[in-house]
């Protein structure tokens, strides 16, 4: 079992998208993943409630004290989900103190990458105090496809002392298409769009040995 957050206080970086989309994929191979919407926007919840026939089950988690009580579910899920807030900082630091593993979904824009430093302060701590856990990792988003991931990006991150993903996610219209029908890029016909997807949960995965199923 492990709680994974996509946490980033920026708003707009990607992280419902993120949240969604890497919840279905775990659930394609076979796990029990419940999703948990810990941002007061709602925007998880709203996602879901957009489709009927969503198959994963998702709860709203946002306050602090609230998230504490994740511990209590973790036995009934392979994987749990959480979709960070933006800006909410007693929010972010119950969910790092709640997590195995927290994606950071950062935009490849200097500025974006800049305002990562006060949650990779946040993590540091709690590593320090835990000897290493939650393991976290950023993860390009919205990337321009025909333009060059600049070294620059990668190089900027890499001051972080964090691993980056290989794999980004590009900027495409199907993203924003399925989550206003309340799906994922994995039940649409956009097969780059999937095959990155399915890239970035085998990378997790991999960093994250002993939980849940990886096959596809
Ligand atoms: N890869 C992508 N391609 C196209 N549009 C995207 C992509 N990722 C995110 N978006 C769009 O960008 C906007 C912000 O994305 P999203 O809501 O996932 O970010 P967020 O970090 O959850 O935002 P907030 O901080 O407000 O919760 C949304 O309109 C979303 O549809
Ligand atoms: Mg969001």
């Not at 993120?18 to 925007?43: E, F, M, Y």
């Not at 007693?90 to 709640?98: S, T």
């Not at 321009?144 to 794999?167: H, M, N, Q, S, W």
């Amino acid at each position: 079992m492990a709680v994974i957050s996509v946490l980033n206080p920026k708003g707009g970086s990607g992280k419902t998208t993120l949240t969604t989309n890497l919840a279905q994929a775990l659930h394609l191979r076979g796990n029990k993943v419940l999703i948990v919407d810990s941002d007061p926007q709602g925007s998880a919840r709203d996602w879901h409630a957009a489709s009927e026939a969503n198959p994963l089950p998702l709860v709203s988690l946002d306050r602090a004290n609230n998230i504490k009580t994740l511990s209590s579910m973790t036995e009934s899920y392979d994987h749990i989900v959480l979709d960070g807030a933006a800006k909410l900082e007693d929010i972010i630091a119950a969910a790092i103190k709640a997590s195995d593993f927290i994606l950071i979904p950062v935009q490849p824009s200097p500025y974006d990458i800049w305002a990562a430093s006060d949650l990779v302060d946040f993590i540091k701590a709690r590593q320090e105090v835990t000897d290493g856990s939650p393991q976290a990792a950023f993860v390009i988003t919205r990337h321009i496809e025909g333009t060059r991931l600049g070294d620059d990006v990668r190089k900027a991150l890499d001051e972080y002392e964090l691993p980056v993903f290989r794999t980004a996610i590009t900027q495409r219209q199907i993203y924003p298409q399925t989550a206003s029908e309340g799906r994922t890029v994995l039940d649409g016909d956009n097969a780059k769009a999937r095959d990155e997807i399915n890239a970035l949960a085998d990378e997790l995965i991999a960093m994250m040995p002993d939980t849940g199923r990886g096959e596809k």
